[in-house]
């Protein structure tokens, strides 16, 4: 199959060419020509397989002829997160360079001033967070009337995140004749609902999950003590061939924590967590894709479906605790055809997160013997006096420590109840496990990312 079979026009395979590819992608070539044909879509597709061209290639073209008025933007695409948004943005400005659209970028973190003038001008695409575009919505600052394209991307994370009544509040604003495309990675039950209700006779088309069959990701759990964590992290990026690494932990102290740790010991790294202000996570995603940086600590909601090219290696620092940010964290590496490794950290108190994860990719997570991580070296390169200690600060939750997602209330009697894993010799050795586990208290609870 070949991009210009898909009934695009010249200036899209113009644009497509001048990027790079070489053909469309499986959901590209399923999702395109329907999309042409004014068809409703629901894709099931996670990113890392192409799927914003999927929309956005035929948006341009649908889009070419028309024009725009003040307040009414023709087309939406909605993002749970602000990067999510500013990377569909990017794309949009890449693919859209031959033609004349306009577009708008409404999330939250950045001054309302410009996004309210661009919305006077008109705007053929709008790319926005659900809370933004809500807030404009209530001062009158939008009209959804004139929207006749409606994009709802990463559907399932819109709904870890809460977002779905706006969304239904949105999709309820819009001219009814409207054309639909929802992108989702799986179809939980209330997902499957918002589309009966919003979508009209839509087209199914589903690509494999990266994490399933996508053997180009080397996947393997480590069983570790929390305590000895920073240790086999150090060892795993002193000897294993790590270029560039994205370490995921599950809180955002954790994140801030690890990121000083790391600079202290010499490591060139950086951080990006739902609690820095937009500009600073830009930047800092900014510095870690123009190699200034090769370490990028992430928490799930900051760094979800961000395209970072050439990832060599993402490690859990934390096992996720929802199965699907598993398949979006190890997406990070073995994009587009590269081959990348994940490694998770599994301490004894997450096995029940181990479970949900092999039943959701249906395969079971090879185990690495934490003694087949060489140990770190001292002096391997690092900017810092070798001779400099490093901090092995026990993590407690603190009244600021909120978590960057919304973690399922656990269930310690049904824990208590499973049998005590084996501990293998980093777990013994580097002492008890004295990491917080019990239920999230309020003030835990995930912040909305808006
Ligand atoms: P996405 O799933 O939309 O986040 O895209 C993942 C990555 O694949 C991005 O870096 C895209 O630039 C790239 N990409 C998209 N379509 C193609 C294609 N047809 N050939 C090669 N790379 C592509």
Redesign the pocket.
Known sequence: MK?ADLGLSDELLKA?AD???????P??AQAIPPVLMMKDIIGI??????????FVLPMIDILAHGRSRARMPRSLILEPTRELAA?VAE?FE?YGKNHNLSMALLIGGVSMGDQIKALEKGVDVLIATPGRLMDLFERGRILMSGCELLVIDEADRMLDMGFIPDIEQICSKLPSTRQTMLFSATMPPPIKKLSDQFLNNPKSVEVSRPATANTSIDQSIIHVAPKAKRKLLYGILDNEGVDTAIIFCNRKTEVRDLCQDMRKDGFDAGQIHGDMDQSSRLAELERFKSGEINILCASDVAAR?L?I?GVSHVVNYDIPWHPDDYIHRIGRTG???ATGIAITFVTNRDEEHVDSIEKLTGMKLPVRDSKSVKPEKKQSGKKSSPDKPKSEKPKKPRPDDHADTKKPSSKPSEKSKKPEKQTPIAETTEGQDDDWNGPVPGFLDAKLDR
Request: hydrophobic share 25%; net charge positive.
């Open positions: 991009f497509v990027a790079g590819y070489d053909e469309p992608t959901i590209q597709a996670q990113t890392g397989t192409g799927k914003t061209a999927s990377q794309n890449k479906g395209d090219k994009r587009a055809g």
